[in-house]
């Protein structure tokens, strides 16, 4: 858990905006409940929560047990092991990502984002937004060997890996309906 804690607080500048663009304010209780939603209830259990405040510092809700930290990101909610947070610290600093295999779940799934391009924070024309329903990705080189499909524009409802020729390259594993 301290490892994953070290890359939560070494990520509080980059998810600064990301808490000032909630619209209000939640209780520390509903924030809990919605990092946790993430997660199966064996992982989330035993999970650590973090939060970040609007000042831009991350405060941690509760300790882990496990080595998955739960969290929310804008309206998205995640858990993720030490490994994915990891690689998400490296593409959030376009860094090169680790070369390990990392899990983290989003079973509340998610708002979108290109399926071609990691710096995007809205859709366009051109960058192939897609939404994912509740899904687990697995970063890392080995999550290329899948041979998921690597289209722009992917079904959402089947596995696929996402950014595609860059060093974010990652799999999208649908596992169910929202």
């Not at 209780?29 to 999970?47: G, H, R």
């Not at 496990?66 to 376009?94: K, P, W």
């Not at 409802?157 to 309906?177: L, Q």
Request: proline share 7%.
């Amino acid at each position: 858990m301290k490892k994953a804690v070290v890359f939560a607080l070494a990520m509080a500048g980059i998810f600064a905006n990301l808490a000032a663009q909630q619209a209000k304010q939640i209780s520390d209780a509903e924030y809990t409940k919605q990092a946790l939603s993430a997660a199966p209830v064996a992982i989330a259990k035993d999970a650590g929560i973090i939060r970040m405040e609007a000042n831009g510092k991350m405060r941690t809700l509760r300790e882990g047990k496990n080595g998955f930290t739960c969290l929310v990101m804008g309206t998205d909610r995640m858990c993720n092991d030490a490994n994915s947070m990891e690689f998400i610290y490296a593409m959030m600093n376009h860094q090169p990502p680790p070369d390990k295999l990392g899990i983290s779940y989003m079973l509340a799934g998610d708002e979108g984002a290109s399926n071609t391009d990691p710096t995007a924070t809205k859709k366009t024309a051109d960058n192939h937004w897609i939404v994912t329903g509740p899904h687990i990705m697995l970063f890392g080189p080995d999550s290329k060997k899948l041979g998921y499909p690597e289209t722009p524009d992917a079904d959402p409802n089947k596995p696929y890996m996402m950014w595609v020729g860059t060093p974010y390259e990652h799999a999208m594993i649908p596992v169910g309906s929202k």
